[in-house]
């Protein structure tokens, strides 16, 4: 059996650039050696957390914490995976492990962003308002051009 089908089934329901991100940490988990007797206990636990990982990392870095993560809990995780819970509600059962895994990864970016080692490009984006004479950006400055009175 291909385990790799339990993710991309997760995959299909979320957002374009997030599925993207999760099929490149997944390809560079494949053919992982640390995972060989693992592999099949950690497309589940990925899928399941799938919709909560931020794709700030880059896909290496998330994959390196995957495999971390499987190396900890491999056991806990199979537990689970070979459970009754498990066969009446998949969802349900993996809940606690994709929360685990979501929180290393998200350590992980705010011990990064901390040291200075990641830096967010946020786009700036400018909101106009017709209802006020207050016209700002994101960060609360005044939008750089002003109402001239004249012709253009």
């Given at each position: 059996m291909n385990h790799r089908q339990i993710l991309d089934l997760a995959l299909r329901d979320l957002p374009a650039a997030r599925a993207s991100y999760?099929?490149?940490?997944?390809?560079?988990?494949?053919?992982?050696?640390?995972?060989?007797?693992?592999?099949?206990?950690?497309?589940?636990?990925?899928a399941a957390a799938?919709?909560?990982?931020?794709?700030?990392?880059?896909?290496?870095?998330?994959?390196?914490?995957?495999?971390?993560?499987m190396l900890r809990h491999a056991e806990g995780v199979a537990h689970t995976l070979y459970s009754a819970a498990y066969l009446?509600?998949?969802?349900?059962?993996?809940?606690?492990?994709a929360t685990r895994l979501q929180a290393d990864i998200a350590i992980t970016i705010m011990d990064r962003l901390t040291s200075g080692g990641?830096?967010?490009?946020?786009?700036?984006?400018?909101?106009?308002?017709?209802?006020?004479?207050?016209?700002?950006?994101?960060?609360?400055?005044?939008f750089p051009?002003?109402?001239e009175d004249g012709e253009i």
């Open positions: 999760l099929r490149k940490v997944a390809d560079a988990l494949s053919g992982e050696p640390t995972l060989d007797q693992r592999e099949h206990l950690m497309f589940p636990v990925l799938a919709s909560g990982i931020e794709p700030i990392l880059e896909p290496a870095d998330c994959a390196r914490q995957v495999v971390g993560f009446e509600d998949q969802k349900a059962a993996m809940t606690p492990w990641l830096a967010l490009n946020e786009p700036k984006v400018w909101r106009f308002r017709a209802d006020s004479g207050s016209v700002t950006g994101t960060a609360g400055t005044p051009y002003g109402e």
